[in-house]
């Protein structure tokens, strides 16, 4: 049974940093690409960054660029998300998800997923 379970979500101000992780079982963690997406209120869900197998391969939201980072550690069957400089509009549930792929490469929509975690909620006051 795969699971993904994310942690590191929290309360914080403006212009801090978070690290969210995603921890990932059930799976052969190396065969698959990682991604982030958010879900902020009242909006639709919307893609956050992505990050092939072995890492090589890393893409972000252009407005997020700059401010978030995506990272793996295969040992840890984790996947990360640095954020830094928060903003009030960073406020959301930040789900990570799973694709299975057989080539390096990074996964940015949703139906390309196969898994899903139940999300961490991230909230930045002003």
């Known amino acids: 049974q795969v699971q993904l379970v994310e942690s590191g979500g929290g309360l914080v101000q403006a212009g801090d940093s978070l690290r969210l992780s995603c921890a990932a079982s059930?799976?052969?963690?190396?065969?698959?690409?990682m991604g982030w997406f958010r879900r902020a209120p009242g909006k639709e869900r919307e893609f956050v960054a992505a990050i092939s197998r072995t890492g090589e391969n890393i893409y972000y939201a252009d407005s997020l660029k700059g401010r978030f980072t995506i990272s793996r550690d295969d040992v840890k069957n984790t996947v990360y998300l640095q954020m830094s400089s928060l903003k009030p509009e960073d406020t959301a549930v930040y789900y990570c998800?799973?694709?299975?792929?057989?080539?390096?490469?990074?996964?940015?929509?949703?139906?390309?997923?196969?898994?899903w975690g139940q999300g961490t909620q991230v909230t930045v006051s002003s």
């Open positions: 059930g799976l052969t963690f190396s065969n698959y690409a």
């Open positions: 998800a799973a694709a299975l792929r057989r080539t390096n490469i990074v996964v940015t929509t949703q139906a390309g997923y196969d898994y």
